[in-house]
């Protein structure tokens, strides 16, 4: 709470306001769920960069939002400096890790004085579509509530049940999760991408509420939680995509859990939920 109020009052000091946009080029981190919360407070947008893009794709995406600031891990920070030169303004670059530390470090723990409207924007997640290069969808704060309530009415869970953000959080598969899970009180694990024997720790150590599982990721994760030879602590619901899971991949899975293989649909505009 205290560090996602420092991060909003730092992005404010750099002349962030009501819906700019900051830019994100990061795998999986905890400063990027700080990233998301202190843009719900400032009442700005955290545009989510796809890292596995080419730089010229990567290009056409940063500038279509125009952002204010660039937040950039050191892995990806050589690139987007690249890619902020070239943009109007030159958007600053802040790296995660020292200077991410010390520009936290010098801002106040209260929360700005900004009050958000329901209809600011939150996060741009870009799609591709069909044809052509990505678009970006603008999520409200309100369109976010609404998906964690739906998502809650249709998959009842508890501030006990967690959330392991192993997929990238520029993808709705982690990004609504997580806001979905802190919502309503839960943790939320963030793993930087999959890795199938860290993943099997996790979910024999904490309550999980959905488990994300990819068609193709299955049958490894399956010898993972063989090779560690310890049940799932709690999982509530596994999943997406069952119809392209083979049924004994369905049937081995589901039972090492002990929890259902959703089948699910989804799109990036709309959330997973209404189908």
Not at 169 to 193: E, Q, R, Y
């Amino acid at each position: 709470d205290a560090r996602a109020s420092q991060l909003a009052n730092a992005l404010a000091a750099r002349g962030v306001g009501r819906g700019d946009r900051v830019a994100i080029l990061s795998e999986n981190r905890a400063e990027y769920i700080e990233l998301l919360l202190a843009c719900a407070r400032l009442a700005c947008i955290a545009a989510c960069q796809n890292w596995r893009m080419a730089d010229g794709e990567l290009r056409h995406c940063l500038g279509l939002v125009e952002p204010t600031l660039i937040v950039a891990s050191p892995r990806f920070a050589q690139t987007a400096g690249a890619l902020a030169a070239e943009l109007p303004g030159a958007p600053e670059v802040l790296e995660l890790g020292d200077a991410y530390e010390a520009a936290l470090a010098a801002q106040s723990g209260q929360p700005p004085a900004v009050r958000p409207h329901p209809e600011d924007g939150l996060v741009i997640l870009y799609t591709s579509g069909t044809t052509g290069l990505p678009k970006g969808a603008l999520i409200s704060q309100r369109a976010e509530v609404a998906r964690a309530m739906v998502a809650a009415s249709d998959l009842p869970t508890t501030p006990e049940d967690g959330f392991v953000a192993w997929a990238p959080l520029f993808h709705m598969a982690s990004t609504d999760t997580s806001l979905a899970t802190l919502m309503n009180g839960g943790k939320v694990i963030v793993m930087d991408g999959y890795e199938p024997d860290a993943l099997a720790e996790v979910v024999a150590k904490e309550r999980i509420g959905r488990l994300t599982l990819m068609p193709g990721m299955i049958g490894g994760f399956i010898e993972a939680m063989k090779r560690l030879g310890k049940p799932a602590k709690g999982v509530k619901y596994c999943g997406v995509m069952a119809d392209l899971v083979p049924r004994e991949q369905l049937v081995e899975i589901t039972t090492l859990l002990d929890a259902p293989y959703l089948n699910t649909f989804g799109a990036t505009e709309t959330g997973s939920t209404p189908a």
